[in-house]
């Protein structure tokens, strides 16, 4: 009986679906985030190793199962050697980083704020720069033999350079209205550089820091490994030649806990100084 | 051209020339401003309005020219962009490069642009409208003997530009420095200026003192004689007339 109603109410139907959503686009964009997604991949790898090594599907000798890695961290904790290695490579570390710091730091102004500094020092650094750090080693062995001044020098200069690449260009990068203000409010020369200078160079000098950071960490786990007979790297070294591989994880996992935590701190301190860019960034 | 008297004036420029390359842009130009005079300065672009203003206010380094200036020691300048120093809070942007603790004096100059409380605020976190204030205090705080300002509402929307039109006049009322005011808004020359120059080619084609009572109408006749004087001199021969 609908039947013969069909044409017409056909008819009737059309305008309304046709207007109903009135444009409804489709999604391109990702969507939404998953709640705690990023942690999602990660725990996945581990689930999937817990799992290989349950099922004796992964070989003890070439990956140990995450318990043994956490026994052995245990282990080594208790006994003393993973702190003195961790405290060993903080210091190489640490000492590399704050020298390099300071120098490049220092090396940036004095190429930023005259001209004489850029004439000597930029070139230089630039050349430098075509130099990979790593690739001095077999000079400054020749130099400074293999003990801890070698490793801190050869983790300074890398830092060095790349805090000096950076901080020199936010330097240099500063606006020249800011300068021509600076002028017309009769700035003396320290003033400009307190008020103007290091403020306008800051968030380079922090982009600088964090590279500096990470490049330090890398420096000291290649160093580490050549030629050491302490530290991180070192306890890796010899687990290599032992086949320990619990231990090489250990080690792994503290030199990604130091450059997560440095970061981390970084992240924080740049927060706080360059509060005033909070207001940019949203 | 109407000449100045030569009593004392605050600034006093003579004979200014200025080349930048083959092209000479100011030409032997000559002005006075009076103590507390508001002048405005009008061109067409590329007339040498901002060269003018810049070598007023010093900042013309490594440019090839001559002539004479007298310019006192207490000048402001207030630029297009309000050029606050992002990482210097307002009062701190207010008080920059003021020898001794000017705090109070800041604060002062900041409630009078209406910006009190907002002491402590970025620079970003202001509209621009408020961001020229803060840019007007900064100059305030100094007590210039002359103000110089190279199109500083130019930037902003009609409706800031009117507000802001009020509070200059106020300020300068109360403050009475020198004002040289770089526009090439007409109706904003003849509604705040005690003078208008006309600049063209390096010189000084129309020197136009604007005698208007003190709330100036745009419906004024007076007001839109001196209008299309003015945009005459600048080239436009249609005197729109509503």
């Known amino acids: 009986m609908t039947q013969t109603l069909a044409p017409p109410a056909r008819t009737a139907v059309v305008p309304p679906r046709a207007a109903a959503p009135a444009v409804r686009r489709r999604r391109l964009g990702p969507g939404t985030p998953l709640p705690y997604g990023r942690a999602a991949g990660p725990l996945l790898v581990v689930a999937l190793w817990c799992a290989a090594s349950a099922t004796g599907w992964l070989d003890p000798r070439l990956l140990s199962a995450p318990w043994t890695v956490v026994d052995t961290g245990v282990a080594l904790v208790r006994d003393g050697t993973l702190p003195d290695s961790v405290l060993t490579s903080l210091r190489r570390a640490g000492l590399g980083f704050l020298i390099g710091g300071v120098a490049g730091t220092a090396l940036a102004l004095a190429a930023g704020l005259s001209r004489v500094g850029e004439a000597l020092i930029d070139g230089t650094v630039q050349v430098k720069r075509a130099i990979p750090s790593l690739g001095l080693i077999p000079l400054l062995i020749l130099w400074l033999g293999i003990g801890e001044g070698f490793k801190v020098v050869v983790i300074a200069i890398g830092v060095a350079v790349t805090l000096y690449l950076q901080t020199h260009a936010s330097l240099t990068g500063i606006d020249k209205r800011y300068v021509e203000l600076a002028e017309v409010v009769g700035l003396s020369r320290r003033q400009f550089v307190r008020k103007v200078v290091f403020p306008g160079a800051l968030p380079g000098f922090f982009v600088g820091l964090r590279l500096g950071v990470t490049g330090s960490w890398l420096f000291l786990i290649v160093l580490e490994q050549i030629n050491a007979t302490s530290g991180i790297g070192y306890l890796m070294f010899q687990a290599q030649n032992y086949g320990q591989s619990d231990v090489i994880v250990v080690g792994l996992v503290v030199y990604g806990l130091f450059g997560f935590a440095s970061d981390a701190v970084l992240r924080l301190v740049e927060r706080r100084v360059l509060s005033w860019r909070r207001t940019l960034s949203g | ?242």
């Open chain 2, 1 to 242: 051209m109407a000449a100045h008297a030569e009593r004392v004036s605050a600034v006093s420029v003579r004979g200014l020339v200025r080349r930048f390359g083959q092209r000479t842009v100011l030409d032997g130009l000559d002005l006075d401003i009076a103590p507390g005079e508001f002048v405005a300065l009008l061109g067409r672009s590329g007339s040498g309005k901002s060269t003018l203003l810049r070598a007023v206010a010093g900042l013309d380094y490594d440019v090839v020219g001559g002539g004479e200036l007298r310019v006192p020691r207490e000048v402001a300048v207030a630029f297009q962009d309000s050029r606050l120093l992002p990482w210097l809070r307002v009062l701190d942007n207010v008080v920059l490069g003021i020898p001794g603790d000017a705090r109070e004096r800041g604060r002062r100059a900041l409630a009078e642009v209406g910006l009190g409380g907002r002491e402590r605020a970025w620079p970003d976190q202001l509209s621009g409208g408020e961001q020229q204030r803060v840019a007007l205090a900064r100059c305030l705080v100094r007590e210039p003997a002359v103000l110089l300002a190279d199109e500083p509402f130019g930037a902003l929307d009609a409706l800031t530009r009117i507000r802001m039109h009020d509070l200059l006049r106020e300020l300068c009322a109360r403050h009475r420095p020198a004002v040289l005011l770089v526009t090439h808004d007409v109706d904003e020359a003849v509604e705040l200026a005690d003078r208008v120059v006309v600049l063209e080619e390096g010189r000084i084609a129309l020197d136009v003192p604007i005698t208007l009572p003190a709330p100036r109408s745009h419906r004024d006749p007076l007001f839109q004689s001196h209008r299309d004087r003015l945009l005459l001199a600048l080239g436009i021969t249609e005197g729109t007339t509503p």
